[in-house]
T-cell receptor, first 115, second 111 residues
Framework: GAGVSQTPSNKVTEKGKYVELRCDPI?????LYWYRQSLGQGPEFLIY????????DSGLPNDRFFAVRPEGSVSTLKIQRTERGDSAVYLC?????????????FGPGTRLTVL | TQLLEQSPQFLSIQEGENLTVYCNSS?????LQWYRQEPGEGPVLLVT?????EVKKLKRLTFQFGDARKDSSLHITAAQPGDTGLYLC???????????FGQGTELSVKP
């Protein structure tokens, strides 16, 4: 079946602009995760959803970052007033349910470049 | 703050050599996972270890979880060029879904 898909695959924007990154999880997966990966680093947790609600948003760096999952499927990560330091690969993952014992399946990521 | 320290950061070896990658933390983890990531792709799960002292084998790869559940190691026997990639350890420190990742080990196996 289809894996996790993310669009766009690449996004180039200018400092100060607003961007939206989309994640389509595996069908039937109730948990959805967002991570950010800078060059040469491991992924850094941002937020995860169980169903429609954000179960843990402790990794969001500041209030410029916001994510939604209104119908418990597709999720959008929104970044306002982008800064050069936001440049990274944004990874989305999904799992059947949240928590230990539930494998997270990752998408290919969206590479965000802020000029 | 839960941190996973992974070492070495880079490893370049010849085909046929053995290697070990380490993952250490000051925190106890509920489970520890190892992933492999190729350029332009997301990480792919290799193994999950849950019990302190647990050892799992996957062909030429051997994974171990420390007795205190604060550290783990990945050992590759007779490395092959196809093993080249970024290896990441990651842990759940509670029963929630949040994964904490190490910095990764970039492995290059030369023929």
């Amino acid at each position: 079946g289809a894996g996790v898909s993310q669009t766009p695959s690449n996004k180039v924007t200018e400092k100060g602009k607003y961007v939206e990154l989309r994640c389509d999880p595996i069908s039937g997966h109730t948990a959805l995760y967002w991570y950010r990966q800078s060059l040469g680093q491991g992924p850094e947790f941002l937020i995860y959803f169980q169903g429609t609600g954000a179960a843990d948003d402790s990794g969001l760096p500041n209030d410029r970052f916001f994510a939604v999952r209104p119908e418990g499927s597709v999720s959008t990560l929104k970044i306002q007033r982008t800064e050069r330091g936001d440049s990274a690969v944004y990874l989305c993952a999904s799992s059947l349910m949240a928590g230990v014992g539930n494998e997270q399946f990752f998408g290919p990521g969206t590479r965000l470049t802020v000029l | 703050t839960q941190l996973l320290e992974q070492s070495p950061q880079f490893l370049s070896i010849q085909e046929g050599e053995n290697l070990t990658v380490y993952c250490n933390s000051s925190s106890v983890f509920s489970s520890l996972q190892w992933y492999r990531q190729e350029p332009g792709e997301g990480p792919v799960l290799l193994v999950t270890v849950v019990t302190g002292g647990e050892v799992k084998k996957l062909k030429r790869l051997t994974f171990q979880f420390g007795d205190a559940r604060k550290d783990s190691s990945l050992h590759i026997t007779a490395a092959q060029p196809g093993d080249t990639g970024l290896y990441l350890c990651a842990g759940h420190y509670n029963q929630g879904g949040k994964l904490i990742f190490g910095q990764g080990t970039e492995l290059s196996v030369k023929p």
